[in-house]
């Protein structure tokens, strides 16, 4: 009976193993917040046309470059800005010539109450709130073009008293969600996924404002034999694809 | 890099804000673990589970409830902007607010643990000297206690000066204002500025360390004197 039980755990524990084993994913691709949920659209069209299997971790470029140069077992990076992917080719740690801008950013200024956002400018410049979230222009590229297209409006100076910063652009869009913020600047694909009524409470900044948010990917060094990883940054380029990201809030270069 | 470059008000605001926590916990914190060394009731598992939630939850829970009661609908939020008009999150208030409940633990389960050692006969010898309890509490309770108090003053202290996923969530990283160390090294770390990072927060090691040192050399000697 015992000696039963026993036989019967270790056909447990190899089972567990073997399916592990199944499950395990072809490429695991380091995406930045802010293109969560186009990814996520993206990862399942390719799963389903391919039969590979994705696996996907987030978090802001900046954390995502740390961990891959602590040896993250990362196949291809996603990045929300084109420096870290240069670095990382520059650092040795990516693929030659695999780096490409596979969407540009586009900066609306959103709120979770007032309609009157569509006015943009003039919303910002009458200064009848009392909180503006960015995402934080040190570590964040929306933050950054955010403060750029303020700065251009000659804004800066006036809302700074009022600004609150987010770690990353997805926790801006939080502050702004929960009403806590009044207003706040967010990536477009962000407002889109959510529904359609947020859609109507947008301002987009004018691209002129700020410098193109260019979002590149690059495949680093461990999959340089990875077809699979190859294979997606392939399906990037495709135009079906560059169709879904642009309809999804981004700009396709 | 060199060290008078980098910014400092993020320290000066960390230690303010622990300390006033302190304050605040010790005051809060002084009632309820004497309700519960003392009370039969049959609710006290349940006070006792709920004091120690803050041990178990990820900060981010703790910082998403707080983000959504801030707010100017939120149970906390919107009478308070009635009460002062003015909001909770994203200020200095607002953080106080979370690191006493953040800290809660820290300061009660250690007084409790002193109040329940120092028993009923030395309350019961004060009264048959016609002690009142407030003075019977104040004049033996406290001084009995003293080492209790450190414990929970330092705990309560230095876990909030470790603080940080409730304050990302409602603090906003405003300078000066709610940039506390643990942001600050967080965004140094994030900007790829290691040696700025790593100079806060070996500091930061460095601080808590003979914080906590203090605490286990004073507890030493008031062993031997109280025993």
């Not at chain 1, 979770?112 to 200064?127: F, I």
């Not at chain 1, 700065?151 to 929960?178: C, H, K, P, R, S």
């Amino acid at each position: 009976m015992w000696h039963n039980l026993s036989m019967r755990m270790v056909v447990f524990f190899l089972l567990c193993v073997n399916s592990a084993t199944v499950v395990a994913s072809d490429v695991h691709a380091g995406v930045a917040a802010n293109f969560a949920t186009t990814f996520k659209v993206l990862k399942s069209r390719f799963e389903m046309e391919t039969g590979y299997t994705i696996i996907e971790s987030r978090g802001s470029s900046g954390k995502l470059y740390a961990q891959i140069r602590q040896g993250a077992p990362f196949d291809v990076f996603l990045s929300a800005d084109a420096a870290l992917p240069l670095r990382l080719e520059n650092e040795g740690l990516a693929v030659k010539g695999s780096r490409f801008s596979y969407a540009l950013g586009r900066l609306v200024l959103w709120s979770a109450t007032d309609k009157n956002v569509a006015h943009g400018e003039a919303v910002l410049r009458r200064g009848a709130f009392r909180h503006l979230a960015l995402a934080n222009p040190k570590i964040a590229p929306y933050g950054a073009a955010a403060k750029q297209a303020l700065v251009t409006m000659d804004l800066w100076e006036i809302v700074q008293g009022n600004v609150v910063y987010g770690e990353n652009v997805a926790q801006t869009y939080q502050f702004v969600a929960t009403a806590n913020a009044e207003l706040g600047f967010v990536a477009l694909a962000q407002v889109l996924s959510k529904s359609n009524a947020a859609a109507t409470r947008v301002w987009e900044v004018p691209q002129t404002y700020y410098q193109p948010i260019r979002q590149d990917a690059v495949v680093l060094n461990r999959a340089k034999h990875n077809r699979a990883a190859t294979q997606f940054m392939r399906f990037l380029k495709q135009p079906a694809v560059r169709e879904v990201i642009e309809q999804t809030g981004y700009g396709v270069p | 890099m060199s060290l008078t470059s980098i910014d400092l008000s993020p320290i000066f605001l960390t230690l303010k804000l622990a300390g006033l926590t302190t304050v605040v916990l010790l005051l809060v914190g002084t009632p309820v673990s004497w309700w519960l060394s003392r009370t039969q009731r049959r609710w006290k598992p349940a006070v006792e589970a709920v004091v120690a939630l803050p041990l178990v939850l990820p900060p981010t829970v703790l910082g998403f409830y707080l983000l959504l009661a801030f707010g100017p609908q939120g149970w906390i939020g919107a009478p308070w902007q009635q009460l002062t008009g003015s909001a909770l999150s994203f200020t200095f208030t607002g953080l106080v607010i979370a690191s006493v409940l953040y800290s809660l633990p820290f300061v009660v389960q250690p007084l409790q643990g002193t109040f329940e050692a120092i028993g009923h006969k030395p309350l019961e010898a004060a009264a048959c000297l016609r002690a009142s309890p407030v003075d019977a509490f104040f004049s033996i309770c406290v001084p009995m206690a003293v080492r209790g108090y450190v414990t929970a003053a330092v705990l309560g202290f230095a876990h909030t000066l470790g603080e940080f996923g409730v304050v990302l969530m409602v603090g906003g990283s405003i300078p000066g204002k709610t940039l506390v160390l643990s942001i600050s090294i967080y965004e140094h770390v994030e900007s790829l500025d290691y040696a700025t990072a790593h100079a806060l927060s070996a500091g930061l090691l460095a601080f808590s360390f003979v914080v906590l040192l203090a605490v286990y050399v004073v507890n030493r000697r008031f062993r031997y004197r109280i025993a």
